[in-house]
Nanobody, 126 residues
Framework: QVQLAESGGGSVQAGGSLRLSCAAS????????MGWFRQAPGNEREGVAF????????GYADSVKGRFTISQDNTKNTLYLQMNSLKPEDTAMYYC???????????????????WGQGTQVTVSS
């Protein structure tokens, strides 16, 4: 059983930065996949960035490559998403998720992830 809690959302102007945090608890010590997703009103939830907790390998959606960075601090059991050069189209509710079924990331689809946080809103104005 994994519990996830996001924080760090807010409102910024285009070109600005935000760092999202996801505090995790109740997880096992073995490697598994964690990710950040986002969902704008009327849109499907989409994967943004992913990391394998054990090995640290990462993956990103094309729309955020070069602007967003996913990282982890295992001493604090916390996942981060550093978001730079934000654009209005980045506006969405951002969710932290975990897939503990495998020791690697199976894919970017929400259906692979069994644990979710409550979300944090990011709003980027032009």
């Amino acid at each position: 059983q994994v519990q996830l809690a996001e924080s760090g959302g807010g409102s910024v102007q285009a070109g600005g930065s935000l760092r999202l945090s996801c505090a995790a608890s109740g997880y096992t010590t073995r490697s598994y996949c964690m990710g950040w997703f986002r969902q704008a009103p009327g849109n499907e939830r989409e994967g943004v960035a992913f990391i394998v907790t054990g090995g640290g390998s990462t993956g990103y959606a094309d729309s955020v490559k070069g602007r967003f960075t996913i990282s982890q601090d295992n001493t604090k059991n916390t996942l981060y998403l550093q978001m730079n050069s934000l654009k209005p189209e980045d506006t969405a509710m951002y969710y932290c998720a975990a897939d503990t079924s495998y020791y690697y990331c199976r894919g970017s689809e929400p259906r692979f992830f069994g644990y979710w946080g409550q979300g944090t809103q990011v709003t980027v104005s032009s």
